[in-house]
């Protein structure tokens, strides 16, 4: 897997990562649901909904991908040149969250990277 990787090192990793994850962060939190709660932490953005189920998206240095977890279904992004895209099915990053969040909230959600 590290070899479909933009990154050679945890560092880089990190540095390159973790302000996706501040991207998204005020993205979700620029929309103001009530519905919806992000939270964000180092190596972490959670969003909370108000039916208690969790949207998770987080690091996961050792083999340099982002996890998100959602809806009992998980999904490994890896950064190919400089796209966040799903390992097995090549979905980008953006293109999945867009789409739970859409039907997770019932109305169009349109996140950038």
């Known amino acids: 897997m590290l070899d479909r990787s933009d990154f050679s090192s945890e560092v880089d990793f990190r540095q390159a990562a973790e ?5 998204l962060w005020n993205q979700v939190d620029e929309l103001d649901l ?10 972490s953005l959670v969003i909370l909904f108000e039916d208690d189920s969790v949207f998770m ?28 895209v799903e390992r097995d099915t090549n979905e980008t990053l ?6 739970l969040l859409s039907d997770k909230l019932q109305q169009s959600v349109k996140l950038t990277l």
């Open 19 to 23: 302000p996706i994850l501040d991207i």
């Open 34 to 43: 009530d519905e919806a709660e992000p939270q964000r932490t180092p190596g």
């Open 57 to 84: 998206l987080s690091l996961q240095t050792p083999v340099h991908e982002l996890w998100l977890s959602a809806n009992y279904t998980a999904w490994h992004f890896l950064c190919e040149a400089g796209q966040w």
């Open 94 to 99: 953006i293109l999945v969250l867009n789409q």
